[in-house]
């Protein structure tokens, strides 16, 4: 918390991130797996840096950052804590989005 800021990880967004990580185990090389873990944690510090960097979302007061144009991670400013609530997968059905 050097910033100021928290992260937190919903269960949404970690269960999410697991069945990202696990569907594209199957498809990537390691190098490529590599290269999202080190993408999100970039996006993650530049979050923890400037909250209100990336754009809001169509939800309300939910933010928006495209990763790798693969996922789209969402998350909220809660006071000193920035909650991770969705770590969503752009090949599925835009509908199936949970906000939790």
């Known amino acids: 918390m050097e910033n100021g800021y928290n992260i937190?990880?919903?269960p949404n967004a970690l269960r999410e991130l697991k069945e990202t990580i696990?569907?594209?185990?199957g498809k990537f090389s390691e190098k490529e797996l590599n290269k999202l873990a080190l993408e999100i944690e970039y996006i993650v510090n530049l979050i923890?840096?400037?909250?209100?960097?990336f754009q809001k979302s169509e939800f309300n007061n939910i933010?928006?950052?495209v990763i790798?144009?693969?996922n789209t991670?969402?998350?909220r400013i809660n006071g000193d804590t920035i909650e991770i609530i969705s770590f969503?997968?752009?090949?599925?059905?835009p509908q199936k989005r949970k906000m939790k």
């Open 8 to 10: 937190y990880w919903t």
């Open 22 to 25: 696990d569907y594209l185990e």
């Open 48 to 53: 923890l840096n400037n909250p209100y960097l």
């Open 63 to 65: 933010y928006k950052v």
């Open 68 to 70: 790798l144009r693969l």
């Open 73 to 75: 991670m969402y998350y």
């Open 88 to 93: 969503f997968s752009n090949i599925q059905n």
